[in-house]
């Protein structure tokens, strides 16, 4: 059974940086594509970023271009999201999620961590 789960989420001020993590266990990391995604209360989730497999590919929704960076450590089963330059705009709840095929669809993932609550203050 494969499980995810997140951490380093919190409270920061607008223009800091903050480094999500998730680690993999049940499975085979390197067999997965993993995927970042956000949702407010109220709101749909969201896609923030992918990437695939090794050799490593990755994407990014255009709303995060430019300040979000995800990247993959197979020795450690874990995937992390860096965010730079936050702003308020930012603030939900990051799951991360583990799937067959790197996408930014939703529903083509297979697995979900619980969420990191990141919350950014002005």
């Known amino acids: 059974q494969v499980q995810l789960v997140e951490s380093g989420g919190g409270l920061v001020q607008a223009g800091g940086s903050l480094k999500l993590s998730c680690e993999f266990s049940?499975?085979?990391?390197?067999?997965?594509?993993m995927g970042w995604f956000r949702q407010a209360p109220g709101e749909d989730r969201e896609f923030v970023a992918a990437?695939?497999?090794?050799?490593?590919?990755?994407f990014y929704a255009e709303s995060v271009k430019g300040r979000f960076t995800i990247s993959r450590d197979n020795a450690k089963n874990t995937v992390y999201l860096e965010i730079d330059s936050l702003k308020t705009e930012d603030t939900c709840l990051y799951y991360c999620?583990?799937?067959?095929?790197?996408?930014?669809?939703?529903?083509?993932?297979?697995?979900w961590g619980q969420g990191t609550q990141v919350t950014v203050s002005s």
């Open positions: 049940g499975g085979t990391f390197t067999s997965y594509a």
């Open positions: 990437i695939g497999r090794s050799p490593f590919s990755a």
């Open positions: 999620a583990a799937g067959t095929m790197i996408t930014s669809v939703t529903r083509s993932y297979d697995y």
